[in-house]
């Protein structure tokens, strides 16, 4: 079995913790590096908060870069209302066992890429500013991805404005870009990861693992959902960013549809909003995105779950 080359960009953040966990454990995917960005919380502290997070796995080896503090057109727009103010509140974490790498994220990203001899996967899971800057600055780099899969969007309803995702909001143009690179793209929108539901049984399965890994995905859950039932009313929290490499590693957990997809970069109301033509009510846009429809909840709860108590007794 030969596992996928994989770089996450992500702003960590409870469920982005979740998915790094997730790639850590999962024999499927071979994460070779990870880098940091705004969004649920300032850049500084998703820095640290995946040096933590890898840390706790035991998997200092893998090497994070620090990214953007700001969208591409320089405004800062934060999610932590929902992670708090460290944007991974909730159980003590360890210090850092490694240090940040010197490069930047942009630095990192293209290294790693041009150093593979496959292509390599890139899973954003916050705003998508970095990998936006990364295809302005190094063109060629297209060459080496094989696909960007992002947590953001939606077919329906946003969160942080009533038609608006958090991720796609903070910023649109850095999706606009992405969205017309040509290359593969597959979102993984609120409509999918509303399916991802970290119920009352899904909590009591990670605390039941018998190490420390498992009880604090448990206590991030208590964090993460008690915002959720505050902000959105929700009776479990949905579990997002897990979603992205669950359909990297298995993407038949995940029911597909091609389709144009579009990101509103004005409107009063609407700005970051995600245009999902699901009916080509736009016959001269031909798709340019595989849009995440459905999920198997048990098989993709089992996938990570499985991943999450492969990490905790190796460490």
């Known amino acids: ?90 159980p003590p974490m360890p210090e850092p066992g490694f240090d940040v790498s010197p490069e930047t994220a942009t630095e990192l990203l293209r290294r790693t890429i041009e150093s593979s001899t496959e292509p390599v996967s890139i899973a954003a899971t916050g705003p998508i500013t970095n990998v936006a800057q990364l295809l302005l600055d190094h063109p060629a780099v297209k060459d080496g991805i094989h696909e960007i899969v992002f947590m953001g969007g939606s077919t329906e309803r946003g969160n942080h404005t009533p038609t608006a995702e958090f991720n796609t909001f903070a910023d649109p143009e850095a999706l606009d870009l992405v969205l017309g690179s040509g ?45 959720y039932n505050r902000v959105w009313e929700f009776a479990a929290p949905p579990v997002h960013d897990p979603c992205t490499i669950a359909g990297l590693i298995d993407p038949g ?37 595989q849009v995440a429809m459905s999920l198997d909840a048990p098989r993709y709860w089992d996938l990570v779950l499985s991943a999450i108590d492969r990490v905790g007794q190796r460490s």
């Open 1 to 90: 079995m030969v596992a996928r080359p994989l770089i996450i960009d992500c702003d960590p953040g409870h469920d982005d913790a979740v998915a790094l966990l997730l790639a850590v454990g999962s024999p499927h995917v071979d994460l070779r590096a990870v880098t940091t960005t705004f969004g649920n919380c300032s850049v500084e502290d998703a820095t640290r908060n995946a040096l933590q997070i890898l840390t706790l796995a035991h998997a200092t080896d893998i090497p994070v870069a620090r990214g953007a503090e700001g969208s591409i057109d320089g405004k800062s727009t934060l999610g932590n209302y929902v992670h708090g103010a460290s944007g991974l509140d909730g």
């Open 183 to 227: 290359l593969p793209v597959r979102m993984v929108g609120l409509n999918l990861t509303h399916q991802a539901l970290a119920t009352p049984a899904v909590v009591e399965r990670m605390a039941a693992m018998d190490h420390v890994v498992g009880r604090t995905c448990a206590a991030w859950m208590g964090f993460f959902g008690a915002s």
């Open 253 to 289: 957990l995940i029911a597909w549809r091609d389709a144009f997809v579009a990101v509103e970069l004005d409107g009063r109301w609407t700005r970051g909003t995600t245009v999902v033509d699901l009916h080509q009510r736009y016959p001269d846009q031909q798709p340019n995105v």
